[in-house]
């Protein structure tokens, strides 16, 4: 066939919606999973972008500040033991009633939050923040890549294709990088033929790439990943479901994510955003807009965990948000986009029942320019003790990852088992 490997590749994928895979500097594989390798579990973690913004105050309510409730008139949560009451953690600080089905991570000291924790950054943009976040730089606009792709180059090899794995169309900004990142389609385009299963299709690129050069061997490897996963993820779903996907696509995505890890060891980092969560209009409390985001987030974290099993044991999620919300409710019965936010830590090395950081308080003359929750404690600092611990990684190696970053610590120190 007469034609660039490369244009013809990039050409088809675009005309038919395939997902293509960078595969270093060396070409690309339309893939989608691999047999992990056997023996001793290797660490895992998982990382749920809120984006939007998500308001950490109702999410993990100071009720224990007057402020809190003077603040808030319309939207606070009621206090524990009320009617649709915070679900209390620690006297001080109450967990959504939405999200009611973490309790018993939180009890079984598996869940923990890292309260007044964000990016030090002051921007109030949406786009600003979320790049800041995933590239892992706050404040710099230049760097190329994101910390979780710089977080899969430095884990040991060999790598695999699917050894991170991204859910959703586009490859996010937080998993660009040199180092190669399977794509899995969301909700109800998770087991959608690929362009590439057509027969026609798949017979000319089976020609194309019938070489022995590094792009046809890894397209061909790609290919024969994605039909083994695609035959897991359809045979399971169909016994769960008789056929009919769930409605809300994060359950289905949680549940779908603990079949991922469970039947390929090889799968070590995932990435999952979740949107809906910018309430500037009528927010509501114990319900309303905001209690519909979360219900749906905590039940595909409750099903998630249980449906990792034993891997739970090796897993940590991280659940983060480019930045909180404004202290005070506004005139719409909503919050305006804020500061400091509430980080979430779980799993089965982290240890839990505990809200995290140096809290500073609601009282006017502590809120950050005295709108928000100020961040005393920075993200990258949480997320690299997370590492350190978790992955065994190097100073070295966290440089890599998180340049220029603030010391680890910062009152996290033990938010990870040795």
Known sequence: MAIDRRRF???????????????????FAASLGAQG????????????????????????????ERAY?????????????????????????????????????????SLAFVHASGSPDPTRSHFDAQFYMESGTPGIKTTPD????????????????????????????????????????????????EATDRPLVSSAFARLYDGNDAMSRAYREGQAARGKLMTDLAADMTQADNGAPLPDSFVTDSARLAQLFTKDAGVRLAFIAFGGVDTHVEQGGARGRLASRLAPLGQGLANLAAGLGPAWRDTIVLVISEFGRTARE????GTDHGHGNAL???????????????????????????RDLAVTTDFRSIVATVLERHFRLSDTALERIFPAAPARGQGVDSLVRA
């Open 9 to 27: 590749l990039q050409t088809a994928g675009s005309a038919a919606g395939l997902s293509l895979l960078p595969i270093g500097r060396s070409g």
């Open 37 to 64: 390798p056997s023996g001793a579990p290797a660490p895992r973690l998982v990382v749920i972008f809120l984006r939007g913004a998500v308001d950490g105050l109702n999410v993990v309510a100071p009720y224990g």
């Open 69 to 109: 409730y003077d603040y808030r008139p319309t939207i606070a949560v009621p206090k524990p033991g009320t009617e649709d009451g915070l679900v209390d953690l620690d006297g001080h600080f109450g967990l959504h009633p939405a999200l009611s089905p973490l309790t018993p991570l939180w009890q079984a000291k």
């Open 146 to 193: 994101g910390w979780m792709n710089r977080l899969l180059a430095s884990l040991p090899g060999p790598h695999r294709p699917t050894e991170g794995v991204s859910f959703g169309a586009t490859t996010p900004r937080i998993f660009t990088g040199a180092a190669a990142v399977a794509s899995v389609p969301q909700g109800r385009n998770a087991t959608r033929p």
């Open 330 to 333: 506004n005139g719409n019965a």
């Open 344 to 370: 979430w830590v779980m799993g089965g090395p982290v240890a839990g029942g505990k809200v995290y950081g140096a809290w500073p308080g609601l009282e006017s003359q502590a809120l950050y320019q005295n």
